[in-house]
């Protein structure tokens, strides 16, 4: 054993972790936090100390010689906006994780795990790659209604540029020569437009816009969204839990598992079928809308994936729709940890600058 990567993407009530040497996966597994789902919610910064030493615990009990492990790698969370790439996790970046200035979700323990692993093994350093605040939008994207309000880019950076890579390579292309739309249907669902390499316009996917998904509301009718916040029946948080956590699917069916909801579909719910061909009807209008940022030049491809990416019907719904603008091609399913992986070899290897945060 030597040279490990271990990348982490922690999720509300787990943690899914693996070890890589080069190409080879030596460990994976989906750690459960079942105290974590008991309704004992702590919040996310008090749960570093904890989900670092489950980790660890883990790594031990399956024979991971734990000294060997040089990269600690994980999902980046809602930071300043950056640049793509690879960084390093510093003292300002556990700052602005921990204090959640830029927004509180489970993605931002992907840092903290990090650092916190990476300080307990000797030759160790934490990183993150593509985190979701990575920022390439032109500027015409950024503009609002009002000029105190500016759009953020907030999106699954690491899937988008990985699965759009993957396509690429599979048109023996280059990423940075083609012009392609995405969407990542997880948890959150988030649309970019890659014009050229460069993520130019995405729906803000965290509390901001575009269609709602099996956490978040999406776009909400302001005005009544504004008189809620005013009718003294709910507090700031409870507000904005509405808008990241506890809206679209869950809001309807009280379950974070967009696949739970495909189930009950499938099983003839009358509803199930409705909500998520409504979902599946915004999606295609998000991704048809982005049609115009390529200023009339041909689109190469519309890339569908993430978790929601393995339903037949849902993908039918959109494909039926958006596939007059260009191929759509699946990826079901979102290889973070394999993603996370790829760059950990590369800063091994000494192939990738590291950013400083
Ligand atoms: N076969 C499937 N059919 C429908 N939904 C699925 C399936 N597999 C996973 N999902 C859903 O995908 C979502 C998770 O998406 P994923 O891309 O893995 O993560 P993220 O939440 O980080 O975006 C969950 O709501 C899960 O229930
Ligand atoms: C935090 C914004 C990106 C997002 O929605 O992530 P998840 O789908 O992993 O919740």
């Given at each position: 054993m030597r040279d490990l990567v271990l990348a982490l993407n922690p999720r509300t009530y787990f943690t899914r972790v693996a070890v890589y040497q080069g190409n080879s996966t030596l460990f994976f597994k989906k750690i459960n936090h079942h105290n974590l789902e008991k309704g004992i919610n702590p919040s996310f910064n008090d749960q570093v100390e904890y989900r670092t030493s489950v980790i660890l615990k883990e790594l031990e009990e399956n024979d991971i010689e734990i000294k060997h492990i040089k990269v600690v790698i994980g999902r980046g969370g809602l930071i300043k906006p950056v640049e793509s790439g690879v960084y390093r996790v510093n003292e300002e970046m556990v700052q602005d994780l921990r204090s959640a200035e830029f927004g509180e979700d489970v993605v931002n323990l992907g840092g903290l795990l990090a650092d916190g692993i990476a300080k307990a093994i000797k030759g160790a350093h934490a990183y993150i790659a593509d985190p979701v605040v990575v920022d390439e939008l032109q500027?015409?994207?950024?503009?609002?209604?009002?000029?105190e309000f500016k759009r953020r880019s907030i999106f699954h950076a690491l899937n988008h540029k990985i699965s759009a890579r993957k396509y690429a390579k599979i048109k023996y292309a280059e990423y940075e020569d083609m012009n392609l739309i995405v969407a990542h249907l997880g948890g959150g669902i988030s649309i970019g437009a890659h014009k050229k390499g460069r993520v130019i316009d995405a729906n803000q996917a965290y509390d901001g816009d575009g269609p709602f998904s099996p956490i978040r509301s999406g776009s909400l009718p302001m005005g009544d969204v504004i008189k809620m916040c005013y009718s003294g029946k709910y507090t700031k948080e409870e507000m904005l839990k509405m808008q990241t956590g506890e809206g679209g699917l869950y809001a309807y069916f009280k379950t974070y598992s967009a696949y739970d909801v495909c189930q009950l579909r499938d099983a003839g719910d009358e509803k199930a079928e409705e909500v998520l061909s409504a979902m599946a009807y915004q999606v295609s209008k998000y991704i048809s809308s982005l049609y115009v940022c390529f200023e009339g030049e041909a689109v190469d491809g519309v890339i569908l994936t993430g978790g929601l990416a393995k339903d037949d019907k849902f993908v039918r719904e959109i494909r039926n729709r958006v596939e007059v603008i260009a191929p759509v091609y699946v990826i079901p399913g979102a290889e973070v940890l394999g993603a996370l992986s790829y760059y950990g070899q590369m800063i091994l290897r000494g192939e990738t600058e590291i950013k400083n945060y």
């Open positions: 500027d015409i994207a950024r503009f609002t209604g009002r000029p």
